[in-house]
């Protein structure tokens, strides 16, 4: 049985076909995105290079999902990240990006917890566990792995002073909200 705790190694050959260790057998980004789906961490690695691929696979499944009509993002929301790139905000797009997905969860399991507790019979909503899975992918996607991984870690991140303090305002602001929602 397969060690569902460390990353699932994908291997791109130079026919770009991806082959999953685990199975021995080739997969498409269709499999990569149900294993991500399904909780699994996944780590693509060019087999001559060594290089790690996976974010560059990450965001081609989400590419691809968005053009058929799966839309998760905002055009204008996109327009911003592609603005991050060229601007000095690329050091706080990452951190903001974090801290609103790690807002988000937190939001969802108070919620959650609350439900439970108000109505302890009712059965679990289908597809939340999905739709986490898919939010971590997300998130991952979009910083690098830099937050909750074996990446750097705070202190090597770059300060951005007052304006992370404004975003963090603005999260606890929003986050206030929700949780006024739940209740």
Do not use: W
């Not at 130079?14 to 294993?35: G, H, M, N, P, Q």
């Not at 899975?133 to 990446?151: E, Y």
């Not at 202190?155 to 206030?176: N, S, V």
Request: hydrophobic letters at 35%.
């Amino acid at each position: 049985m397969a060690d569902t705790n460390k990353p699932l190694l994908i291997k791109r050959y130079a026919s770009r076909r991806l082959y999953k260790t685990e199975t021995s057998d080739y997969v498409t980004l269709e499999d990569i995105a149900l294993f991500i789906r399904e909780g699994r961490e996944v780590q693509i690695v060019d087999l001559k290079s060594g290089d790690d691929l996976t974010r560059q696979y990450l965001l081609q499944i989400i590419a691809e999902h968005e053009s058929r009509g799966e839309s998760v993002l905002p055009v204008d929301v996109l327009t911003d990240l592609v603005r991050s790139y060229t601007t000095q905000a690329t050091s706080v797009v990452p951190q903001f990006l974090a801290a609103s997905f790690e807002m988000l969860r937190q939001s969802q399991s108070s919620m959650m917890e609350k439900m439970t507790k108000s109505q302890p019979s009712m059965p679990a909503i289908p597809g939340l566990e999905a739709m986490q899975a898919q939010q971590a992918a997300f998130f991952k996607a979009m910083t690098g792995g830099l937050v909750g991984s074996s990446g750097p870690e705070k202190e090597d991140a770059p300060k951005a002073g007052d304006d992370l303090d404004t975003i963090k305002k603005q999260l606890a602001e929003l986050q206030d909200k929700l949780s006024k929602i739940g209740k």
